[in-house]
């Protein structure tokens, strides 16, 4: 296997995948692709508990925040919609739809309040 200079380089697919081959045993890598297969038992592992906490609709949406995948704002950006704007005409993204539109002022109110983490100064 060459050398890797960086400890990320030597995690990147490539690196890691000659040093996984050349780490099989040698009776492995000549037999067949069918034997191969039955030979190699990948354990599958499991996620972590906080990948799957909660409801997945909730998941799905906490990920497209993340992502950048949500607003007009991000949408536009990848050209999957025609403009950028909020329904009141301003530039919709997640500082202005939780804390700025008054379209949302209701749902945001609602949102902070059910969290008891927070308390709002008005």
Known sequence: MPRCRLEVYKKAFIPDTVGKWNSLSLEIRITSIA????????SPSSPPANNSYGQPYLNIIHTK???SCIFNNDLYRKIIIASPN??????????????????????????FFSMNCFSLMI
Do not use: N, P, T, W
Not at 35 to 42: D, F, L, P, T
């Open 35 to 42: 034997i191969k297969k039955k030979q190699i038992k990948i």
């Open 65 to 67: 925040l993340r992502h």
């Open 86 to 111: 909020c329904i009141c005409g301003h530039l919709e993204d997640a500082c202005h739809f939780f804390f700025v539109c008054k379209s949302y002022s209701l749902l945001s109110m609602k949102l």
